[in-house]
């Protein structure tokens, strides 16, 4: 083959390659823009080792800290009979998100400053959740069938009622690993949580 022939073959192929390149997106020219929010609750499905522990010292601390203040309650706000398998699958984020609003607020109203570092990264990670919650719910169809049952009603009028500071800290941390391991991770699971 003459060399001309060669460099001609070389740039025919070069640009079939170059055609063929071009003729199909890019992986990346699928995904939503960048500014969308995606829904990603199934990684929620359990939480790593190390985000457990850091659950369970703020745990700790916040129950020595709430004997400290001797808190005395006769109601609970989140009682053992409210298992979100009770509701709807479409109704389970919205009763796991009024949870997750009213525990972010009742741990980051604590005024404890020695309390601040060890919640720091607990409270960064319920935000995290709460963000990709709410992504998963904005993505979700609006119109849900039917109205809110009576008992996801009654749930979040409870989440209303009005408690001493020192009961919503007491009920909110002895509500947070059923929040994370059982509620989160039966969202997580969708129509597979039974």
Request: proline share 7%; charged share 25%.
């Amino acid at each position: 083959m003459k060399p001309a022939g060669g460099r001609l073959l070389l740039l025919l192929l070069l640009a079939a390659v170059l055609t063929g390149t071009l003729a199909h997106p890019a992986p990346g020219d699928t995904r939503l823009p960048s500014d969308a929010k995606e829904c990603h609750l199934a990684r929620f499905k359990s939480l790593p080792p190390q985000e457990l522990q850091a659950f369970r010292k703020a745990r700790d601390a916040i129950e020595e800290w709430l004997l400290k203040k001797d808190v005395n309650c006769r109601s609970r706000l989140f009682p053992k009979a409210w298992n979100l398998q009770r509701l709807r699958v479409q109704e389970r984020p919205k009763a796991l998100q009024a949870k997750l609003a009213l525990t972010l607020e009742v741990l980051e109203n604590m005024t404890d400053s020695a309390l601040g570092s060890i919640l720091h990264q607990p409270l960064r990670t319920l935000r995290y959740i709460q963000s990709q919650l709410q992504a998963c719910t904005q993505s979700q169809p609006t119109a849900e069938p039917g109205s809110p049952s009576r008992r996801l009603s009654q749930w979040l009028h409870r989440f209303q009622e009005k408690e001493t500071p020192g009961c919503l800290e007491s009920s909110v941390t002895s509500n947070l690993f059923r929040l994370l391991m059982g509620d989160l991770e039966c969202v997580a699971r969708g129509d597979q949580c039974a």
